[in-house]
């Protein structure tokens, strides 16, 4: 999940970044799944839908949701298990289950829809290039992201970090703060959250004590 929230002060702009960034790290089990099950899941089926945990149609659907679900069994929570599965390969992938309180979790089930497997085949290029790729070679936009000039903007970048991010491992924001550092040098910012994962650092119970104020305070710099 990309996460940017726009605060602005007079002619300046904070925009917060989580978890994701424009070096995408991934863990190499996530790595492994993506090059030994991406060619044959791209046979079977265009998208993974965690949706499929209350209402599975076609008979590929159901396998795939059996399947996920005979592997894990980390929770009774059978979109959560499927979004694990969808987005990596972490138990669960999105979240520290200790950081969602019971009503979040089963808030959960009427999240998340489909992801379409050209969205895996291109973060996988990417994971393997160390940046961002552009898609679609638009018009205004750098066929890479992350190893050229930045933007031409004043906008100050704060990454955030979920120290226990299974989804993309905390490293990915680290480089992209090292890259605007290393342009323009103690300007941006970078904050580990320890104990958090992917998505709890917005949905977590705790992340009004622990999150937010860490990123209000940077947008009010
Ligand atoms: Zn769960």
Redesign the pocket.
Known sequence: MMSAVAGLVPEVTTILSNAVALHPVIPKETLAKFRVTLPTLHRLVDYLDPQWGNHADTVMEKLVTAWVLATHR????RV??LA?FTHGTGK?TLWR?EN?NAAT?EW?KQEFGRVPTSFFEQIYKCVKAGHLLGVEHLPGLPENFGTGPLPQTDARFVFFAGTENVCFLPQSQLKTYQYFDQIRPGYHGVHYLPGYGHSDPFIGEYASRDVFPLMLAELER
């Open positions: 980390e929770c009774d929570n959560c298990r694990s669960p289950h969602l979790h959960v």
